[in-house]
């Protein structure tokens, strides 16, 4: 009986875990895309060519350059 109530105190500690940690990637991954959109938008407000580089896709972790011509 001790050992069924310490495997499903396990399997509730790690499924938080897991739920915890998933939720964490989701809304990184979302607030990545918005500061993404308002990126490019600003840089195509201010007449320039954006450089976006997705380094890890799961949370859209980036790199971003905003290229001014200069005619």
């Known amino acids: 009986m001790k050992n ?3 495997i499903i105190s396990f399997t509730l500690a790690f499924t938080g875990i897991l739920f ?3 939720l964490l990637v989701a809304s990184a991954s979302y607030f990545n895309n ?3 959109e ?3 938008s600003q840089c195509y407000q201010n007449k320039g060519e954006p450089t976006l ?3 890890n896709k799961l949370t859209n972790n980036y790199s971003f350059e905003c290229n001014k011509s200069q005619i």
Do not use: H, R
């Open 34 to 36: 918005k500061e993404i």
């Open 53 to 55: 580089e997705i380094n």
């Open 4 to 6: 069924n109530k310490f």
């Open 20 to 22: 915890t940690g998933s």
């Open 38 to 40: 308002t990126l490019t």
